[in-house]
């Protein structure tokens, strides 16, 4: 696995498989995934997520991953039981997928937190989401 980092993005790589991390603001984490998410994102993944409530104490969760085929097990288990345990600040959670194998993924997950997970299928509604979420948190946090 590759690990890439810059200003405002970390980018996870293999050679099945792209994860990108950004906060288009404070609270606001935005994942986009391409192709197979492997087991060794994970931690990754979750460190971003962890310096985001340290920073912040609360997290809104965008995951695109609409360009995602598959990913391996672990990766849902390792994310769901981190959301399960900061369920409390979790303020929106939306993701936006294409996959069925995805979906179902995202199904399962929902179903361990008890709801809370907006499935989007449909881009605009996606992108609608994060905007106002985004636009939110400026509006209330500044620049």
């Not at 060794?40 to 695109?64: Q, Y």
């Not at 939306?94 to 709801?115: E, R, Y």
Request: one cysteine or more; glycine letters at 10%; charged letters at 25%.
């Amino acid at each position: 696995m590759q690990r890439e980092e810059t200003d405002d993005c970390i980018r996870l790589s293999d050679e099945r498989g792209v994860i990108t991390l950004r906060r288009p603001a404070p609270h606001v984490e935005l994942l986009r995934g391409e192709g197979y998410a492997i087991a060794e994102f994970a931690p990754a993944i979750l460190e971003s997520r962890e310096m985001i409530l340290h920073d912040c104490g609360k997290i809104a969760l965008f995951d695109d991953l609409e360009h995602m085929t598959g990913y391996d097990a672990e990766v849902r288990l390792q994310l769901t039981t981190w959301s399960k345990k900061n369920r409390g600040r979790i303020v929106a959670f939306h993701i936006l997928t294409s996959s069925k194998v995805v979906q179902m993924g995202v199904a399962v997950a929902s179903l361990a937190l008890g709801g809370g997970i907006k499935a989007h299928t449909k881009r605009r509604a996606f992108d609608t989401a994060l905007g106002k979420s985004v636009g939110k948190a400026m509006s209330t946090e500044g620049p």
